[in-house]
């Protein structure tokens, strides 16, 4: 028989089975993030290629950068607000949702005063305790 149970069940289950598959294999998935640098001077580099913060969208849909994609935007001097509002409301108005700033990280260390020369007292039986300030 052409429409037996046995033959209805193995149909429903390669169509539920196929269009499983067809639903995991039409979501995109993101191929990594987009590198985006901008100098101290406020000149924009994608791709190594200068570009204004209104071509930007632009570059990255040509490239076939994703609106779901992670685009990471190096500063070379973060205090430049005016060109950061620029470039992220650019983007965010092409529907670019994962717009991140990066800022090199800085490091710094400083000695004031004298260097330390205070050792570790000893650990033992000759250490006296520490008489208790309370009355």
Known sequence: MLFSTYNLRRVFALALGLAVLSGCAS?????????????????????????????????????????????RVHLDDIRNTQLRNQIAAGLIQKGYKRVLFVAAPRASS??????????????????????????
């Open 27 to 71: 979501t995109p998935k993101p191929r990594g993030h987009a590198n985006v640098f901008v100098t101290a001077s406020g000149q924009i580099n994608y791709l190594g290629k200068p570009c204004g913060p209104d071509q930007l969208p632009a570059r990255l849909a040509k490239d076939g950068v994703g609106k779901e994609q992670e685009i």
């Open 110 to 135: 400083e000695v004031v005063g004298e260097p330390n020369t205070h050792t570790e007292a000893p650990v033992g039986k000759d250490v006296l305790p520490v008489p208790d300030p309370t009355p």
